[in-house]
Structures are given as structure tokens and as C-alpha cells.
């Protein structure tokens, strides 16, 4: 029997009796255990599906049961959080000066400086430039403690995309090598268990702190100045001495072996509480990169936690040279991940802000210390730590003093603090955003428009006007509002709740289609407040709709690939892998779409099991090609793919070759080279999926024809997919190039309406612009763009516009911005240097 579930849900007035932190309301007199099947039954699927159908009539009824205690979505449990991390109010003038501050400085502060790049750039969400900015930071860094960390937190940050710690160095002893020297074993070394065989102790239990007679080996080591051959307990007992009559050489030599035999977590446990007794930095700093490899785990163990989270711990690795705020910068990410809430986390960042010395460090800290108190609601901390950030300058922590206020039930004293920043500053989308949740009614609804079209990248208004539309019972355009933004910005929580909104109108397809996306995107997301596995949610929904065998799936595969319906191929690859968890060539197919998704992450987990998976050694060049371009090592891509061709021709590494070629050259004959191997790929032998791979690099056929004497056939092509995709956004993009002024203006207009990420048409409206002799108003239409992605191509563009019209500061504040971005962008760098040198001759002429 089907029910209406909005009739249902609506009787049992749920709504007004639930309450979360979630999108979604919850029932609590339900446990999930009685609605949803456990884990062990998700593993025996297989079981599950060969039930009697009176079996499968009892799950029918239990499912409608199921899901309708959860109630309507509440808008009132959908309020978008107070992001962590550095957010200026002018982003371009911010990595404009942090540029600068590179010229003006010397080396030794580089490594923080490329960490204050880090930290602005986290508002981007690019884990491109954020891997590129800690790694500038490694490669310039010259303390062992500056490398272990930054070696450590590369690490962490690839730890889902590769499995070689390459940046690792071999110990704290050899941090002056390379990155890419090899990491230490998890298992004594050879010779440092020959040096024991004889000992009593073993590395891993408590060091021996006996001051006992040194032996007659001891005098053969002061005497030749090494200290290789003698045993642990020989070398326990020499570094006390040292420390003792001050023999720095002979400490040193200590120092440096018992470093280099730290091999295991075991040994970092039994010989760091020795190192700190000895003041042994570099014995402290072998031990301090094991704890930090392990991470997050290690941050579990009280002993670790007793060292790096407390007052007294700081102190000690203070006076070994480890107490630092990059080490707890790293410390303190890691640990808002794992639970934002934790008293870990509030001592971590109370060790952050105690080792905070410039001004963006100590917002960072401030800022970071409000975000946690008002997750563990302590409202009253998180308002003086706010307020103590907006004094160090940073105006984004006012919001989440008016957010403190909200909360402690200062509702007007809220709203009148953002209207005060509105006032005060040029008006961007978080701030009408933030001040929405202090008013109501039509007051409201015109904030969230004003944030949309400032900043129409925030989910938040997308959410609240679906979420009250539903409420009137106009689910059909609920759905359609969250559909604006799941265009060109797919989230798991979105995904959630168009996923709920299918529920509301019977759609389980639909439904399960989403829960399916949202799954690949987050393996661990956990639906209703926290209360149910997605993969739960899943086994209920496959009751309600028709199992399809694999060949059918592939199918389906291959129409909803070729019409660019990227959450519905993620579905269908996800069922498929269900059944085929080992197929690589689908993992790699998963990779495609979360990449034009641009969902990184989980593209590089795909990657990573696509190579892992593979049997054949041209497709496994092919990914680890991937992984390294989409880490930023585009000459390492493009040398992968290459040997992947040299083995066999196949489209999938001519693909990667046309796409490393065109993302590192921009000229004319470089662009003809690039449709020349698009060609080549095309000759390959593949699967029916080619075509719309293709179509993820934004070439499509219409690329392949020579658009000067083809271009009408290159308009039907286009026309034709515009008919047929999903997303479209990218066929209205590529068709305006084969069409007159006019034509192209609707067709760029409508792209920017149904993707307004796509920089392409502002970049073109203002050339437009500028053509027609308009110079502010082409400024106008980049910066609108600007200010919510601050993107290369924009900047770069609006430099040159900034040049051409005499406006030399602005174009210096540009080329920095862009330089930040892409340092060694050719075009860039030359404008730059032109600026400079008009700079230079305004000032002698001055």
C-alpha cells in the first residue's frame, strides 16, 4: 500500500518536537536498531536477497514504518556553521600582501609565510594550492623541527591518495635531505639490533638512567669521535655524562645514534620521556615524527595526549626546541576533524594561541578556540574568544560574536552587530547571510537573495528556501530550489535533503539515487542527525525499487554518462561496485566524475583503489598519472601517460596526455596539439563511455571540428547535447563560440544562471565590454565574479584591464593576488614585471 508520506508526516507533528544540529529531525522514542538493518546484516546482503517473499512483504510494511518517524525537514536545524579558518574581508588585497611580504623578507621566515598562504587559501577549498603551499613550506624550511612537522602534515594530507610517504624524511638526524628520502621501517634496524644482542635491555623497554662506570669501548669513542658501535646502554650512559660536563660534540654523537634507531611507535613511547630528561632534540624529534605520523590515532593515547596537549608537556618540548605553532597548528587541525568538540581539541588550541606571536596567528587561534566553544555550547568562552579575534583584526570572528549572542538568546543585540558590519564594510555574502538568521519573514527571504547573489557558492540559502517551501507543501519546488545549487555544487548534505524531499513524494528511485551519490562522496556519512549509515538508508530504500542485473546497469551507465548526468552515473557506479568492488576501470570512472564534480577527496580515494585494483601495468600508469596531476606534478603526469602509450594505445592515456598538455600550455600551437591527440584518443579502442568522457575536459566533439569552416556543424553538435545533458552548463559555454555576438551573450548568460562557477563567459562579457569602450563596467563584471572566486584567469584579466587603463596599483594588487595562485604563470609575470618598472619610474619622476 503506498502512503502519502506528507500527509503522514504533517499528522504526527513532528516538526515542532524535534530538535538537532542536522539537517534532519528526528524521532527519539525510535531506536535505529529497530528501523534500520544492523551492520552485520548490510554484510550478508546477498542473504538478505534471497528471503521468502512473505519475508520481503514484512520488510515492504517495516520500511513504511521506517521512514516516516523522521518528520519534515526543520529550517530551524539547518543554520550554516562558523567557518574555522582566516576569512578577510578582501581576499585579493590579502594574498596581494602576502605576496609582498615574500619580496621584503628573508629566507629563514619563508616556511611561515607560505603557512599564512596556507591559511588564506583554505577559504578556496583547493587542495591543490593547499598541498602546494605546505610543500613550498617543507622544501624552505631548515629546522629539523620545521621539516618533521611539515613532512608530517604532507603526509596526513595525502595519506587518502598515495600510499609512498615520499615526503617523509628518513629521521629528524637526516632531516637536512631531500623530501624524498626514504621513510623509516616500522621494525628495529639490523645493526641496532646486533648492538643489543649482548645488552640486557632492549630498545622498547625503559632506558637505563644509571650513571654506572663508563667502560674502556667509551674511551676508544671519545678518542676516534664516533659512537656507531657502541650499544644502547653504552650510549644512555654517554649522553648524561656529556650533558653533564658539557661535551656538546659528545652529546651531539649521542644524540644523532639514539635518533637514529628510533624505529617504532614502541620505541618513540619508551625513549621520548629520556630525550626531554636529556634535553636530546634530535632523539625527541625522532620520537615527536612517529607520534605525528600515527596521526590521528596516536592523539588517543593518554601519553601522548599528556605531552602534546598540556601546559607542563609544552614546556618540556619547549626546552628541546619542539614546542612550536606549526606543531600545534597541525596538532589542532587534526584534531578539529576527528571531534570539534573534544577537550583535546580546546587544549590544543589553547597551546595554539600560547605560541602565537604575529597578528594572523593569533586571529587564527582566537578565531579557531570561538568556532569549538560554540560547538560544545559554551557560548560565553566562544563570544570572548570572538571578540578577542575581531580585536586582532580579523572582522569574519563578528559573526560568530553575533552567532554567541544568538545563542545565549540575544537575538536583536545579533542582528544589530551585523548590521553595524553591513554598514561599516563593503557588503559580501556572508555577512547578509549571517544577519538572515536574526530576522524573519520577508526581512529574511530578502537577506538570503542579497547572500545568493554576492556569493551564490553558499548552500545555506538554497537550503532554507527549499526547506520552507516544503513546509507549505510545495515539495515540487523544493526540489527545484535545491537543484540550483546540486548544478554546480554537489554536497553530501544537499544531497540528503533532495534525497528526503523524494521520500516526501514517493520518489524512492530518486531517493536512492542520491543516497547512493552522497555515499561516494562521504563512504561514512551518517544520515538523520547521526542517526543512520547512509548504507543503511540504502538496503532500505533497494526495497522499493527494481533490482537491475549488471548488464543492465551498465546500460543505464552509459545513457545517463552520455546525457552528463553525473549524480545519476555515481549512483549507478556505486550499485555497481556493490556487486564488483574490484573493477578498477569503474573506480577510475568514479574519479572522472568526482573530478568534474570537483569533489577532489573522494576522487583520489577512487584513484587511488582504481590503481590498487589494477591488473595491467598501462592502465595502472594511467592512474598514478592522475594522482600525480591532480596533486599538481603535471610533468610527471604527462611522462606517466606517456609510458602507459609506449606499452599500448589506449584512449584513456591519451586522454590524460591531452589533459596534462592543455593544462600547462596555453598557446596556439600547443591547443592545436592538444585536439590533435583528442584525435588519437579517438582512433583508440575504449568502452561506449569515450564520448562523454571527452565532454569532462569541456572539449566535447564540437572541439575535434575545425571551427572555421565547420562551425555550423560544431553549432548542431552543441545544440544537440544542450538537448540531451543534464548539466549543461558547459554545451551553452562551448556552443557561444560558434555563433554570432548576440547568440553568444544568451548562451553565456544562461550558463553563468545555471553554473555561475564557470569563469569563462565573465571573462568574455568583459572583453565584450572593454571593446565597447566600457572599461568600468568590464572591471564591474569580473569583479562580481572575483569576489566570490578568486580565480587565475579573472585576476590576470583584470590586471591587464587595470594596465591598460593606466591604473598601475591595481594591477601590481592583481598580478600579486594571481602570482599566489600560480607563481610561475608566464603572462602573469610578465605584466608584473612591466608594472614594477612603471611603478619604479612614477616614483623617480615623483
Known amino acids: 500500500m503506498q502512503h502519502n508520506f506528507l500527509t503522514t508526516m504533517r499528522s504526527l507533528k513532528l516538526i515542532d518536537s524535534c530538535k538537532g544540529s542536522q539537517v534532519y529531525a528526528l524521532n527519539h522514542t525510535h531506536s535505529s536498531s529497530s528501523e534500520f538493518p544492523s551492520n552485520k546484516s548490510l554484510r550478508s546482503s546477498k542473504s538478505i536477497a534471497a528471503t521468502s517473499s512473505s519475508s520481503a512483504s514484512a520488510s515492504a510494511a517495516a520500511l513504511s514504518a521506517a521512514l516516516l518517524p523522521y518528520g519534515l525537514p526543520d529550517a530551524d536545524l539547518i543554520e550554516p556553521p562558523i567557518d574555522p579558518f582566516l576569512r578577510p574581508l578582501d581576499v585579493v588585497n590579502s594574498l596581494s600582501s602576502s605576496y609582498r611580504a615574500f619580496l621584503s623578507s628573508d629566507g629563514d621566515h619563508f616556511p611561515f609565510l607560505h603557512l599564512y598562504q596556507f591559511s588564506l587559501l583554505r577559504l578556496l577549498n583547493d587542495p591543490k594550492l593547499l598541498r602546494r603551499s605546505l610543500r613550498s613550506a617543507r622544501i624552505r624550511a631548515s629546522s629539523v623541527h620545521d621539516k618533521l612537522v611539515l613532512s608530517a602534515w604532507l603526509l596526513l594530507e595525502r595519506r587518502d591518495e598515495s600510499s609512498s610517504p615520499s615526503d617523509c624524511p628518513a629521521s629528524p638526524s637526516s632531516a637536512p635531505a631531500p623530501p624524498s628520502a626514504p621513510a623509516p621501517t616500522h621494525s628495529a634496524p639490523a645493526h641496532a639490533a646486533e648492538t643489543t644482542t649482548q645488552s640486557s635491555s632492549h630498545s622498547t623497554e625503559t632506558p637505563n638512567r644509571s650513571s654506572g662506570t663508563l667502560s674502556s669501548s667509551s674511551g676508544l669513542g671519545s678518542r676516534t669521535g664516533s659512537v656507531d658501535s657502541f650499544s644502547i646502554d653504552t650510549l644512555l650512559e654517554l649522553l648524561p655524562f656529556a650533558n653533564r660536563f658539557c661535551c656538546e660534540g659528545l652529546k651531539c654523537a649521542c644524540d644523532e645514534r639514539l635518533a637514529s634507531m628510533i624505529a617504532t611507535i614502541d620505541d618513540a613511547f619508551a625513549f621520548v620521556e629520556y630525550g626531554l630528561d636529556e634535553t636530546a632534540h634530535l632523539l625527541v624529534a625522532a620520537c615527536l615524527q612517529l607520534f605525528l605520523r600515527e596521526l590521528p590515532q596516536s592523539l588517543h593515547n593518554p601519553d601522548v595526549t599528556r605531552l602534546l596537549c598540556s601546559p607542563e608537556g609544552k614546556a618540556r618540548l619547549d626546552s628541546v626546541e619542539h614546542a612550536s605553532f606549526m606543531l600545534y597548528y597541525l596538532l589542532s587541525q587534526v584534531s578539529m576533524e576527528e571531534d570539534m568538540r573534544s577537550n583535546t581539541t580546546v587544549m590544543l588550541l589553547e597551546r595554539l594561541s600560547e605560541c602565537a606571536s604575529s597578528g594572523w596567528q593569533r586571529q587564527l587561534a582566537m578565531h579557531q578556540l570561538g568556532c569549538v566553544m560554540l560547538e560544545r555550547g559554551e557560548f560565553k568562552d566562544a563570544q570572548n574568544w570572538f571578540e578577542e579575534a575581531a580585536r586582532d583584526g580579523h572582522a569574519y570572528s563578528l559573526a560568530g560574536v553575533a552567532r554567541a549572542k544568538f545563542k545565549r538568546g540575544h537575538k536583536y543585540s545579533a542582528y544589530k552587530q551585523m548590521n553595524g558590519l553591513l554598514s561599516e564594510h563593503e557588503p559580501v555574502g556572508w555577512m547578509y547571510q549571517e544577519r538572515s538568521l536574526y530576522c524573519i519573514g520577508k526581512e529574511k527571504m530578502l537577506d538570503l537573495d542579497a547572500t545568493t547573489e554576492l556569493d551564490p557558492t553558499l548552500t545555506y540559502p538554497y537550503k532554507y528556501r527549499a526547506v520552507t517551501l516544503a513546509e507549505e507543501g510545495m515539495v515540487g519546488a523544493a526540489i527545484a530550489e535545491i537543484n540550483k545549487i546540486l548544478r554546480f555544487r554537489v554536497s553530501p548534505d544537499c544531497l540528503e535533503l533532495r534525497a528526503w524531499f523524494a521520500l516526501v513524494v514517493e520518489d524512492y528511485e530518486g531517493a536512492l539515487r542520491d543516497v547512493r551519490a552522497l555515499m561516494t562522496l562521504d563512504p ?9 549509515h547512509g548504507e543503511q538508508m540504502i538496503e532500505v530504500l533497494r526495497q522499493r ?7 543492465d546497469c551498465w546500460m543505464q551507465l552509459y545513457d545517463r554518462w552520455s546525457s552528463v548526468d553525473d549524480i545519476g552515473s555515481l549512483a549507478v557506479v556505486h550499485q555497481m561496485l556493490a556487486e564488483e568492488p574490484g573493477q578498477s576501470l569503474l573506480r577510475f570512472r568514479q574519479s572522472l566524475l568526482l573530478l568534474r564534480l570537483n569533489c577532489q577527496k573522494a576522487a583520489m580515494r577512487s584513484l587511488r583503489l582504481a590503481r590498487n585494483h589494477s591488473k595491467y601495468d598501462h592502465e595502472r600508469l594511467v592512474y598514478e598519472g592522475w594522482i600525480l596531476y591532480d596533486t599538481g606534478n603535471r610533468e610527471e603526469a604527462l611522462a606517466k601517460a606517456e609510458e602507459s602509450i609506449s606499452i599500448q594505445r589506449s584512449f584513456e592515456a591519451f586522454f590524460l596526455k591531452a589533459y596534462a598538455l592543455a593544462d600547462t600550455c596555453l598557446d596556439q600551437a600547443a591547443s592545436l596539439h592538444v585536439i590533435e591527440v583528442l584525435r588519437e584518443a579517438l582512433t583508440c579502442p575504449s568502452d561506449g563511455l569515450r564520448k562523454g568522457q571527452a565532454h569532462t575536459s569541456s572539449s566535447g566533439s564540437g572541439t575535434c571540428l575545425p571551427s572555421r569552416h565547420q562551425r555550423k556543424a ?30 553568444a551573450r544568451c548562451d553565456l548568460s544562461m550558463a553563468t544562471q545555471l553554473d555561475p562557477l564557470r569563469t569563462y563567459p565573465y571573462r568574455y562579457r568583459a572583453a565584450v565590454l572593454m571593446d565597447d569602450h566600457k572599461e568600468a563596467e568590464a572591471i564591474a563584471e569580473l569583479s562580481k565574479a572575483i569576489s566570490f572566486k578568486p580565480d587565475l584567469q579573472l585576476l590576470h584579466l583584470r590586471a591587464a584591464f587595470h594596465d591598460s587603463m593606466g591604473d598601475t596599483t591595481s594591477t601590481l594588487r592583481d598580478c600579486e593576488a594571481a602570482l599566489c595562485l600560480d607563481p610561475n604563470h608566464t603572462d602573469t609575470l610578465d605584466l608584473y614585471s612591466k608594472a614594477c618598472e612603471k611603478c619604479n619610474q612614477q616614483k623617480k619622476i615623483s
Open 545 to 551: 525499487v527494481q533490482q537491475l542485473k549488471m548488464v
Open 714 to 743: 560544431a553549432y548542431g553538435e552543441m545544440t544537440k547535447l544542450i538537448e540531451k545533458a543534464r548539466n549543461n552548463a558547459s554545451a551553452y559555454e562551448k556552443r557561444s563560440e560558434y555563433c554570432d555576438r548576440d547568440m
Open 524 to 532: 561514512d556519512y551518517m544520515m538523520f542527525h547521526g542517526r543512520v
